[in-house]
T-cell receptor, first 114, second 109 residues
Framework: EPEVTQTPSHQVTQMGQEVILRCVPI?????FYWYRQILGQKVEFLVS????????KSEIFDDQFSVERPDGSNFTLKIRSTKLEDSAMYFC????????????FGPGTRLTVL | QKEVEQNSGPLSVPEGAIASLNCTYS??????FFWYRQYSGKSPELIMS????GDKEDGRFTAQLNKASQYVSLLIRDSQPSDSATYLC?????????FGTGTRLKVLA
């Protein structure tokens, strides 16, 4: 079972607009990953976030992206000025601990940039 | 550049047959390997993980790992039409996953 909920399930926005994607953990996770999957392409790592700090980020995660923990109960991924190529599924994935780092994907948010 | 390679398929097998899915990885530092199943429009679902050389069985699924050859495979026995999906292979060295493009499996009734 996914250990997070993600909202919205589908976001449609105009190019150049800001979007905020939300991830709410069901359990008290502190370590999260964000991945994205462009339609028909591979799942790509964006960023890992632990205890209110970025642990690691990919080349995709440029200055247009940011992650925050605005309160104690949810995490956000913000894209400041969306581009057409940002259209993708965005997945929030908590790190569940243990030695083998198994990752269970949330339901995802589909972002469509027009 | 760390890569995970998979044949995109589609791989078509008749119902009841064994489906064999393969994956190679480039980073010798990878330590953990995972197979996900993804239905169209859905998020990836973890079905198998493997960390040691050899075979790991779970129900109808068997994962095989050969670190010397940098090769991971997934066998699905008694394939069912409901197994029709895209199967993603992922490798992890530190914590983030590197994914392959996935292999589309079609089980024919």
């Amino acid at each position: 079972e996914p250990e997070v909920t993600q909202t919205p399930s589908h976001q449609v926005t105009q190019m150049g607009q800001e979007v905020i994607l939300r991830c709410v953990p069901i359990s008290n996770h502190l370590y999260f990953y964000w991945y994205r999957q462009i339609l028909g392409q591979k799942v790509e790592f964006l960023v890992s976030f632990y205890n209110n700090e970025i642990s690691e980020k990919s080349e995709i995660f440029d200055d247009q992206f940011s992650v925050e923990r605005p309160d104690g109960s949810n995490f956000t991924l913000k894209i400041r000025s969306t581009k057409l190529e940002d259209s993708a599924m965005y997945f929030c994935v908590p790190r569940t601990g243990g030695s083998y780092n198994e990752q269970f994907f949330g339901p995802g948010t589909r972002l469509t940039v027009l | 550049q760390k890569e995970v390679e998979q044949n995109s398929g589609p791989l078509s097998v008749p119902e009841g047959a064994i489906a064999s899915l393969n994956c190679t990885y480039s980073d010798r530092g990878s330590q953990s390997f995972f197979w996900y199943r993804q239905y169209s429009g859905k998020s990836p679902e973890l079905i198998m993980s493997i960390y040691s050389n050899g075979d790991k069985e779970d129900g109808r699924f068997t994962a095989q790992l050969n670190k010397a050859s940098q090769y991971v495979s997934l066998l699905i026995r008694d394939s069912q039409p409901s197994d029709s999906a895209t199967y993603l292979c992922a490798a992890s060295g530190t914590y983030k996953y590197i994914f392959g493009t996935g292999t589309r499996l079609k089980v024919l009734a």
